[in-house]
């Protein structure tokens, strides 16, 4: 048995109102709603059959992950850096900026090569991924139905699939 959600995700005997195929779309069902007064706040927006998507955005070398890894130690190297400046003798400030961007360099060049290593090949492509839905269905409360159905039939536009 699925989890039920808790407090605000919940609505007394839900009713689908309708099925959008976009997003915006079951937004603009719901903005027309509220321009008419309806009470917006017994709806929900439920996105359906969801899908990992991911896009590959290159190929991984031994080369580039070394300059991404270093790439992002030089920015922690550099907050770190420009903390302990603050606290500096007066004079030394570029000293520890400088020491704290040169060990984070160091160190985020390593560990993205250790982490690199590890995988042994099993990944070389790097990528970025998001969960989407492929439907919107927005549902009502049980007792908002009918006036929700009328003020959507009412709607210039798209049609819903009710």
Known sequence: MAP????????DYPKSLGVFDDYADAQAAVDHLSDHEFPVQKILIV??????VERVTGRLTTGRVAAMGAASGA?????IG???????????WVGSVL?????????GL???L????????????????????TRYEVLVEHSLLAQGQELLA????RPVDL
């Open 4 to 11: 039920r959600p808790h407090g605000i995700f919940e609505l």
């Open 99 to 107: 020491t704290g961007l040169a060990l984070g360099v160091v160190f």
């Open 114 to 133: 250790i982490g690199y290593a590890g995988t042994r090949g099993q990944r070389d492509f790097s990528s970025v991924s998001s969960t989407v839905a």
């Open 47 to 52: 996105g359906t059959d969801l899908r990992l």
């Open 154 to 157: 009412q709607r210039p536009g």
């Open 110 to 112: 390593v560990w993205a």
């Open 75 to 79: 920015w922690l190297g550099l907050l």
């Open 82 to 92: 420009l903390l302990v400046g603050i606290f500096a003798e007066p004079g030394q």
